[in-house]
């Protein structure tokens, strides 16, 4: 049904719409933490708004070029993760198994991490999955460099490696989550 048949203000239904896009967006983001795709749902919320709300109709939306540089945006979020995280272990000699099994111990020491932070609210989960996501890329790069044979101080170092990586990873991918989380913002409130 045409809202302007009714001679409404399209902003009563505009401006609760979009402060519930742009939380969405943040619980989105903070999906980035225990190894889920965050980034892309941001984007993904915002295609939807976007097309729900084009901002050529009256003013009001969200626009396409918007949506286009939150995507380029999460493209860049995540070869910074990836880049960080298999670069950490690689960097110390691991093997390919080393780093993909690093990128498996990750997803699962992030949930963990997830269910061992919930006692302390928000920070606890949101620390502890950060933590558990580095412990996991330091089991799986461990697991991996002993599956292949290697010595003691070679699977310490690609473990050390996948830890730090997966931190700085999480870090750069959370950063860039943060830039479109705000671009998403700006758009549909400025």
């Known amino acids: 049904m045409d809202v302007t048949a009714w001679n409404l203000d399209p902003a009563w239904m505009y401006y609760p719409s979009a402060i519930v896009l742009v939380l969405l967006c943040v619980v989105a983001w903070l999906t980035n933490v225990v ?22 109709v009256d ?45 498996g111990g990750a997803i699962v020491g992030s949930i ?7 006692p302390v609210p928000i920070v606890g989960s949101f620390v502890m999955a950060v933590v558990g996501g580095a412990a996991g890329a330091f ?13 003691d101080a070679e699977r310490m170092a690609a473990g050390k490696g996948a830890f730090v990586g997966k931190i700085w990873g999480t870090l750069g991918k959370l950063a860039c989550g943060a830039v479109i989380v705000a671009i998403v913002a ?5």
């Open 112 to 118: 963990g991490g997830v269910l061992i932070g919930t």
């Open 59 to 103: 003013g009001y939306g969200l626009g396409w070029m918007t949506v286009g540089v939150a995507a380029a945006v999460a493209a860049v979020g995540e070869v910074i993760e990836f880049a960080a995280g298999a670069a950490g272990a690689a960097k110390q000699g691991a093997s390919y198994r080393a780093v993909a099994l690093a990128l």
């Open 35 to 56: 190894t889920l795709p965050g980034n892309w749902i941001v984007v993904a919320l915002a295609a939807g708004f976007a097309w729900l709300f084009p901002k050529e």
């Open 139 to 151: 089991a799986g790069a461990y697991v991996g460099e002993t599956w292949k044979g290697r010595t």
């Open 186 to 190: 700006a758009d549909a409130f400025l």
